[in-house]
């Protein structure tokens, strides 16, 4: 594995590019030359000279790895997403790719939580009674009693689960391969056709890879039981759209979708107006809590990078 270190030649100074004007960063340590670029516009410097990347936030993954394909070979490429999808297939050999671990855990599992409330609650169907003024009196599905199902058992799973437990819900974890935790036991993905039958609610929270993408198929939502809940807030991809309106027109099941295939949605995509569908458009991770958060790993990050100390959330080496 490459050193993820500082370790430019002695009569120049490390390049860092941040997303952030680095005046409104206080605390970066002494040394590297921080320059700002957002994604827009001319580069700050030349791309080959870049040592240290954070790519812009929330961009498309033509701006986002623009550097890299302008000759960027940086020691390190930091992004402020905990998916490294966009940017995983550019990184150049000997760079070392670190995620956004820390950073978006609060808020994508406020926001599962949320979307799961809101959608058993029957609340989009509350607000259109308000503008409508009509009165939807009735019996409601609590999340009280049911069996969640999180599919992507990592720091987002687990602080989703974190955030079920005041609500007597049973939880079921799933992840990639099967482990113990503190918490209970987290089953292998590969288990998925016998646990999907028993679960109400099923989050998924897992990293979009070439073994998740359409992990969610036909045969997928097929074995979730009648009348269950599909919550995305991972990635759009992970689910195969064709086949989750296929069940949602039936009324076979519903979702809440926090992210969709194709993102954004065009005007006109029959998901907008499917039945017993919730969608908000990919803010799971963008609230208050990002920019505080953000802005701690920047610092931690860069004061490894300066020291020599290794990089914490490391991903993947190119």
């Known amino acids: ?3 993820s270190t500082a370790d430019t030649a002695p009569d120049r100074h490390p390049t860092v590019w941040l997303p952030i004007p680095p005046d409104r960063l206080p ?3 002494e040394g590297p030359e921080y320059l700002h670029w957002d994604g827009e516009g001319d580069f700050p410097s030349d791309p080959v000279g870049v040592d ?3 790519p812009p936030y929330m961009k498309p993954p033509q701006v986002v790895t623009r550097p890299l394909r302008h000759g960027a070979r940086p020691r390190v490429v930091q992004t402020l997403t905990a998916g490294v999808d966009n940017v995983l297939d550019a ?12 950073v978006h855990e609060a808020s994508t599992a406020e926001l599962a939580l949320t979307l799961t409330l809101a959608s058993l609650r029957a609340i989009p169907r509350f607000v259109r009674g308000q503008d409508a003024e009509r009165w939807y009196a009735g ?3 609590a999340l009280a009693d049911r069996t969640v199902l999180i599919v992507g058992y990592g720091s987002i799973g687990a602080a989703v689960e974190a955030r079920l437990t005041p609500f007597e ?3 079921v974890r799933v992840a990639r391969t099967a482990r113990e935790t503190p918490g209970g036991v987290v089953h292998a993905i590969s288990e998925l056709p016998q646990l999907l039958p028993r679960a109400d609610v099923v989050i998924l929270t897992t990293p979009l890879t070439d073994a998740t993408r359409h992990l969610v198929d036909a045969d997928f939502l097929a074995r979730m039981k009648d009348g269950a809940l599909l919550v995305n807030v991972a990635r759009g991809p992970v689910v195969e759209t064709k086949s989750l309106l296929a069940e949602l027109e039936s009324g076979r099941l519903r979702a809440a979708l926090d992210v ?10 029959p998901l907008w107006h499917a039945p017993g569908v919730l969608i908000s458009p990919h803010v799971g991770g963008s609230t208050s809590a990002f ?3 953000a802005e701690r790993l920047i610092r931690a990050q860069l004061r490894r990078f300066t020291t020599g100390e290794p990089l914490e959330n490391v991903v993947a080496t190119g």
């Open 27 to 29: 605390g970066l340590p």
């Open 1 to 3: 594995m490459a050193d």
């Open 260 to 269: 969709t295939d194709p993102e954004p949605l065009p005007p006109g995509h």
């Open 169 to 171: 819900c049973a939880v």
């Open 52 to 54: 240290f990347y954070v």
């Open 91 to 102: 990184i150049p050999p000997g760079t070392v790719l670190c995620n956004a671990r820390g």
């Open 291 to 293: 920019q505080p958060r």
């Open 139 to 141: 019996v409601y599905p």
